[in-house]
């Protein structure tokens, strides 16, 4: 696949002068001989090939011969002509040119483009502009193009009429969001919302007809059988009555269609911050008298013999969710507390995670946690919302929007702020707020241009608060707000603020970074230290975190796919699965920060920061509950590091089958750092056998006998085939599984109950084999050999994160001019064993960071 990409460059290449002597010296000696004008192996000449570097498609191609020389791949190791001495002045003098030509394209404009806020970006900004933390605006605006796999370049933020249109219309949004409905400070109330008041809970009573999906009255930790018999009261409303805080409302099911339990009774008034108090406690249901033992008995219930994750989301029509937080419940009774955020109108889901969700099927449903003495419940008495939590009156937003003035509250909830000097009000309330808004010094006349269409929309018979909110939009999509730019060169201290909290943020620089830039005291490299490290001391840290990783690891994708119902129905629907394998790779990535731990850890860690979930997924005993927290390893272990973490494995696979060419590239590329071309079109992608009849080793050996595909897939494959000890959700292997086709009867299924209540269809086929050779003829048995072959060039590993870390800051990529700075910036860090903090602080000071 690469020579073919190395063909289209060569073809393109434009006539120049030859390259110099002593590069043609090693070319002769060591790689005409098959790529010559007769032979031409991978499509390439090398005989012919002019040098001329100015030109962008020769300077690509002489790039990819130097790093095909630097990494080994060329010439044939059996060359018997190649020496290291050779081979060095060869790199050092075909590099000297490149990177002097590099730097001179580069040079005038900068190494990043100017470009717009990405969508988190944008978000992020605006919340903490208007002091609305609470704001939802992502969803509002177009996807991001991507560059160098990260949303952050100039070259992929394109911008048309569609995203100025929706980044209008999210400004707007957000501008109202912050307007008060009254004109007194909201009232903090405190409310309590019984479960047994709850349709979506109560009505889910359906006794004698009841199943493994129904609800059941408790009393304390046992049934109560006058309301299950419907002989008794639902409850006796009054709050002062001995048993009201005893009742509850007991489940055996996750909380998914047809049984939803919301605390719907309550929806959020305003948007704003609020505290949720949950009192729940586990119950043990008792079994069927029958021969169907898996059937709950309602009639006899007990104390709880487990404790059980809960996760609360909210939620808002239609079933739009957002995770709020998980915890244990107990046997004993408790409350749990979270303090959240929520839009208007969201009202609170609650789900006892680790229930199965039953799906329908023939011959019915059994609870996968059910045995011959019953199976566990949870009780849900109520929950206490507390809120608004108002902090700031008026709010921060409205403060900066329209200052001092008075307003009125219409009857729709639509303040209208009064303005006895229309005019004068307009410019002054804008020069503050532009003075707030803009990150670098407000230009000269720029309120002028925004208060005249504030007075336009006056004169056409808008009111003095739209008009206003009118000209705040157009504010935050001009260019001088929604833009980062910089002047090609050193950036000065306002741009330096800017890459900087954008760098760990996510955000817009706060007032303490203004201060500095406003004083010109940035650029103090004591200063600028102890910046980066208040930065990633703050909690606003972890958007810095989570946006990396989305987009370096694909963990954004980690949805994007689902487990087989048929062959992976223990994960099917299993979302607090799913929702701990990404807290635990963000978990180990701010460990990894918070204690400086060395680049290496990336590939072989002693550590994994897991939960129950988590650890009896890994096979891992001893680990208690909802919370991730760092789990010492035995030195044997498969897991520890990012490539063995669930996260990763679920995202490069696609919900039926692995495929070590998909797992091998991402090794490649996210750990390695080493960019694997396209396929060339027309190759067909491998079909999945999900009969088992073939390993994916076996359909691969026929794949690779191609000449032309073996070229590439030599490099990728083997580390795949390490992972192919883990299945799609992550989840350690030692055979396939397999579904039986056709009306003759297959090997006998394996037993078990999946997430979805469905006996299991599949069974066990052909053995996993998870050795290989590298194609430098290095070879290992499994995944824990493969770890200690990577690390021994750590350098490379440190090199890589480093290069991933300069092109999020930057917006652009380490070009072949930049890798001598890169090298620099190792050789600083590598005292500290190229620890993670260390290098990003070393990025910080350099002049690849501090310049466009």
């Given at each position: 696949?690469?020579?073919?990409?190395?063909?289209?460059?060569?073809?393109?290449a434009?006539?120049?002068?030859?390259?110099p002597?002593?590069v043609?010296s090693?070319l002769?000696?060591?790689?005409?001989?098959?790529?010559?004008?007769?032979?031409?192996?991978s499509?390439l000449?090398?005989?012919?090939?002019?040098?001329?570097p100015?030109?962008?498609?020769?300077?690509?191609?002489?790039?990819?011969v130097?790093?095909?020389?630097?990494?080994?791949?060329m010439?044939p190791?059996?060359?018997?002509?190649?020496t290291?001495?050779?081979?060095d002045?060869f790199?050092?003098?075909?590099?000297?040119p490149?990177?002097a030509?590099d730097?001179?394209?580069?040079?005038a404009?900068?190494?990043?483009l100017?470009?717009?806020?990405?969508?988190?970006?944008?978000?992020?900004?605006?919340?903490?502009?208007?002091g609305a933390?609470?704001?939802?605006?992502?969803?509002?605006?177009?996807?991001?193009?991507?560059?160098?796999?990260?949303?952050k370049?100039g070259e992929?933020?394109?911008v048309?009429?569609?995203?100025?249109?929706?980044?209008?219309m999210a400004?707007?949004y957000a501008?109202r969001e912050?307007?008060?409905?009254?004109?007194?400070?909201?009232v903090?109330?405190?409310?309590?919302?019984?479960a047994?008041?709850q349709?979506?809970f109560f009505?889910?009573?359906r006794?004698?007809?009841?199943?493994?999906?129904?609800?059941?009255?408790?009393?304390?930790?046992t049934?109560?059988?006058?309301?299950?018999?419907?002989?008794?009261?639902?409850?006796?409303?009054?709050?002062k009555?001995?048993?009201?805080?005893?009742?509850?409302i007991?489940?055996?099911?996750?909380?998914?269609?047809?049984?939803?339990?919301?605390?719907?009774k309550?929806?959020?008034?305003?948007?704003?911050?609020y505290?949720?108090?949950?009192?729940?406690?586990?119950v043990?249901?008792?079994?069927?008298?029958?021969?169907?033992w898996w059937?709950p008995d309602p009639?006899h219930?007990?104390?709880?013999?487990?404790?059980?994750?809960?996760?609360l989301?909210?939620?808002?029509p239609?079933?739009?969710?957002r995770?709020?937080?998980?915890f244990?419940?107990h046997?004993?009774?408790?409350?749990?507390?979270v303090?959240?955020?929520?839009?208007?109108?969201?009202t609170i889901?609650?789900?006892?995670?680790?229930?199965?969700?039953?799906?329908?099927?023939?011959g019915?449903w059994r609870?996968?946690?059910a045995?011959?003495?019953?199976q566990?419940?949870?009780?849900?008495?109520?929950l206490?919302a507390?809120g608004p939590?108002?902090?700031?009156?008026?709010?921060p937003?409205?403060?900066l929007?329209?200052g001092?003035?008075t307003y009125?509250?219409?009857?729709?909830?639509?303040?209208a702020?009064?303005?006895?000097?229309?005019?004068a009000?307009t410019?002054r309330?804008?020069e503050?707020?532009?003075?707030?808004?803009?990150?670098?010094?407000?230009?000269?006349?720029?309120a002028?241009?925004?208060a005249?269409l504030?007075?336009?929309?006056m004169?056409?018979?808008?009111?003095?608060?739209?008009?206003m909110?009118?000209?705040?939009?157009?504010?935050l999509?001009s260019p001088?707000?929604?833009?980062?730019?910089a002047?090609?060169?050193?950036?000065?201290?306002?741009?330096?603020?800017?890459?900087?909290s954008?760098?760990?943020?996510?955000?817009?620089?706060d007032?303490?970074?203004?201060?500095?830039?406003?004083?010109?005291?940035l650029?103090?490299?004591?200063?600028?230290?102890?910046q980066?490290?208040?930065?990633?001391?703050?909690?606003?840290?972890?958007?810095f975190v989570?946006?990396?990783?989305?987009?370096w690891?694909?963990?954004?994708?980690?949805?994007?796919?689902?487990p087989?119902?048929?062959l992976?129905p223990?994960?099917?629907?299993?979302?607090f699965?799913?929702?701990s394998?990404?807290?635990?790779?963000q978990?180990?990535?701010t460990?990894?920060?918070?204690?400086n731990?060395?680049a290496r850890?990336?590939v072989?860690?002693d550590?994994a920061?897991?939960?129950?979930?988590l650890?009896?997924h890994?096979?891992?005993p001893?680990?208690?509950?909802?919370?991730i927290?760092?789990v010492?390893?035995?030195?044997?272990?498969?897991?520890?590091?990012?490539?063995t973490?669930?996260?990763?494995?679920?995202v490069?696979?696609?919900?039926?089958t692995?495929?070590p060419?998909?797992?091998?590239?991402?090794?490649?590329?996210?750990?390695?750092?080493r960019?694997?071309?396209?396929?060339?079109?027309?190759?067909?992608?491998?079909?999945p056998?999900?009969?088992?009849?073939?390993?994916?080793?076996?359909?691969?050996?026929q794949?690779?006998s191609?000449?032309?595909?073996?070229?590439?897939?030599?490099?990728?494959?083997?580390a795949?085939?390490?992972l192919?000890?883990?299945?799609?959700?992550?989840?350690?292997?030692?055979?396939y599984?397999?579904?039986?086709?056709?009306?003759t009867p297959?090997p006998?299924?394996?037993?078990?109950?999946?997430?979805?209540?469905n006996l299991?269809?599949f069974?066990?086929?052909?053995?996993?084999d998870?050795s290989?050779?590298?194609?430098?003829?290095?070879?290992?048995?499994?995944?824990?050999?493969?770890?200690?072959l990577l690390l021994?060039?750590?350098r490379?590993?440190?090199?890589?994160?480093?290069?991933?870390?300069i092109?999020?800051a930057?917006?652009?990529p380490?070009?072949?001019?930049?890798?001598p700075k890169?090298e620099?910036?190792?050789?600083?860090a590598?005292?500290s064993?190229?620890?993670t903090t260390?290098l990003l602080?070393?990025i910080?000071?350099?002049?690849?960071?501090r310049?466009?």
């Amino acid at each position: 696949m690469r020579s073919l990409t190395l063909f289209t460059l060569f073809a393109t290449a434009l006539a120049a002068a030859p390259p110099p002597a002593s590069v043609r010296s090693f070319l002769s000696a060591n790689c005409i001989g098959c790529h010559n004008a007769k032979l031409k192996q991978s499509n390439l000449d090398l005989s012919s090939l002019a040098f001329n570097p100015a030109n962008n498609d020769n300077f690509t191609l002489w790039t990819k011969v130097h790093d095909r020389v630097h990494d080994g791949e060329m010439p044939p190791i059996a060359a018997p002509t190649l020496t290291k001495a050779s081979r060095d002045a060869f790199l050092n003098q075909l590099s000297a040119p490149l990177i002097a030509t590099d730097r001179a394209r580069y040079s005038a404009s900068g190494r990043s483009l100017i470009r717009r806020m990405n969508r988190q970006e944008y978000e992020n900004t605006l919340r903490d502009l208007l002091g609305a933390p609470w704001l939802q605006i992502q969803d509002m605006l177009p996807e991001d193009g991507l560059a160098w796999k990260f949303n952050k370049s100039g070259e992929a933020l394109d911008v048309s009429h569609v995203h100025m249109n929706q980044y209008l219309m999210a400004a707007d949004y957000a501008l109202r969001e912050v307007l008060p409905n009254t004109t007194a400070k909201p009232v903090s109330v405190i409310q309590r919302y019984y479960a047994r008041d709850q349709n979506s809970f109560f009505g889910q009573i359906r006794f004698p007809k009841s199943n493994e999906r129904d609800a059941f009255p408790v009393i304390g930790s046992t049934a109560d059988l006058p309301v299950l018999h419907k002989t008794g009261r639902r409850t006796p409303g009054d709050p002062k009555s001995p048993t009201r805080d005893l009742e509850g409302i007991a489940v055996i099911c996750s909380s998914y269609e047809p049984i939803e339990l919301r605390f719907n009774k309550f929806t959020a008034p305003v948007a704003g911050r609020y505290k949720l108090r949950l009192n729940a406690h586990s119950v043990w249901v008792g079994p069927e008298k029958s021969e169907k033992w898996w059937r709950p008995d309602p009639e006899h219930i007990s104390e709880g013999r487990t404790h059980e994750p809960i996760t609360l989301y909210s939620e808002r029509p239609p079933r739009q969710q957002r995770l709020l937080g998980s915890f244990d419940v107990h046997p004993e009774a408790s409350v749990n507390e979270v303090e959240v955020y929520l839009l208007k109108g969201e009202t609170i889901r609650v789900d006892a995670a680790r229930f199965f969700r039953s799906r329908p099927v023939a011959g019915g449903w059994r609870n996968p946690l059910a045995t011959k003495e019953g199976q566990p419940g949870v009780s849900f008495r109520w929950l206490e919302a507390e809120g608004p939590l108002v902090d700031q009156w008026p709010i921060p937003g409205q403060k900066l929007l329209f200052g001092n003035l008075t307003y009125s509250v219409g009857e729709k909830g639509s303040p209208a702020f009064a303005s006895k000097t229309p005019a004068a009000d307009t410019r002054r309330l804008l020069e503050s707020f532009l003075k707030r808004a803009c990150r670098n010094p407000v230009p000269p006349g720029e309120a002028e241009r925004f208060a005249r269409l504030a007075e336009k929309a006056m004169a056409s018979g808008y009111s003095f608060t739209d008009a206003m909110l009118a000209a705040y939009s157009a504010v935050l999509v001009s260019p001088t707000f929604i833009t980062l730019d910089a002047k090609p060169g050193h950036l000065d201290n306002y741009a330096l603020a800017s890459r900087l909290s954008y760098f760990l943020w996510n955000t817009e620089p706060d007032a303490e970074l203004r201060q500095l830039a406003e004083r010109k005291q940035l650029q103090d490299p004591a200063v600028l230290r102890a910046q980066t490290k208040r930065l990633l001391a703050d909690a606003r840290s972890q958007r810095f975190v989570k946006a990396f990783l989305d987009y370096w690891l694909d963990l954004r994708k980690l949805n994007n796919t689902s487990p087989d119902e048929s062959l992976y129905p223990d994960y099917y629907l299993d979302d607090f699965l799913v929702e701990s394998a990404g807290n635990e790779t963000q978990a180990f990535f701010t460990e990894m920060l918070t204690r400086n731990l060395p680049a290496r850890n990336l590939v072989a860690a002693d550590f994994a920061m897991l939960n129950e979930k988590l650890a009896d997924h890994y096979g891992i005993p001893g680990i208690k509950g909802a919370a991730i927290g760092r789990v010492p390893l035995p030195p044997d272990s498969l897991r520890g590091g990012l490539m063995t973490q669930a996260s990763i494995l679920k995202v490069t696979a696609n919900g039926t089958t692995t495929s070590p060419v998909l797992r091998g590239v991402w090794i490649s590329e996210r750990i390695l750092g080493r960019t694997v071309p396209p396929p060339p079109s027309g190759v067909p992608p491998l079909e999945p056998d999900t009969r088992g009849a073939k390993t994916i080793r076996e359909q691969l050996a026929q794949h690779r006998s191609q000449p032309f595909c073996n070229s590439c897939h030599a490099r990728i494959d083997p580390a795949g085939f390490a992972l192919e000890s883990f299945d799609v959700a992550g989840a350690q292997r030692n055979k396939y599984r397999a579904l039986s086709e056709g009306p003759t009867p297959g090997p006998k299924p394996a037993e078990g109950v999946g997430k979805n209540g469905n006996l299991f269809r599949f069974h066990y086929a052909l053995p996993v084999d998870p050795s290989a050779t590298l194609q430098d003829g290095r070879s290992f048995a499994d995944i824990r050999d493969l770890k200690r072959l990577l690390l021994a060039d750590e350098r490379q590993l440190a090199r890589n994160l480093a290069s991933q870390f300069i092109t999020y800051a930057t917006g652009a990529p380490v070009r072949f001019g930049d890798r001598p700075k890169l090298e620099a910036i190792l050789d600083q860090a590598k005292a500290s064993q190229y620890g993670t903090t260390t290098l990003l602080d070393t990025i910080i000071q350099s002049e690849l960071f501090r310049s466009k």
